[in-house]
């Protein structure tokens, strides 16, 4: 085994900003997340549609008749552009209304070790050590650099573990380089 004489440690607590940013980030990145916002455009266009045929289907007053097929235009087509940014917005409750959670309120510290044979991730009791190959995808943002681990399991490196933008992208970089070094592909070529 080589000496870990290059690692470098990132030390970190996540704040209400990083959950904001991950909830954000995975429904505008990960396949789950776009399934979820298709699903949602789905619903509202086929419900549109729904209004507008029982209405077709059964008479009514003709005013009220085109009230409905007003409402059926807005939910029709209003919704599948809108679906995406409610998304967001119900994660961000979500995230707000969690505020009070155990986890949330006294957050315990993440510890990353990036060694030269491996990535160990430290929070609390859970201890749990990667292999470089392995890594699926690392993504930089604005906000965090992300880890893939699979397509369920992101790790987030937010901007605040960092001293700035720059030492982030070195971080970023060293991560690409380590993980190539190793054999892996964090392209996201799957």
Known sequence: MASNKNKRVIRFTLNDEDYRAFGHYRIMYT???RKLVNRQRITYFI???AIAALFTVFHVDHSFTVLAYIVAAVVGIGGPLMAERMLLRQQDNTIQASKDNLERVHPEENVVTMADDELITETGEDRQVFDYKDIKL????????YIWMSDTMIMPFPKHAFRGMSE???AYDWLQAKIKSKGGDASGDK
């Open 31 to 33: 396949e789950g997340g």
């Open 47 to 49: 419900s549109g549609l």
């Open 138 to 145: 690392v993504d930089l943002t604005d906000e965090a650099i």
């Open 168 to 170: 982030m992208k070195a």
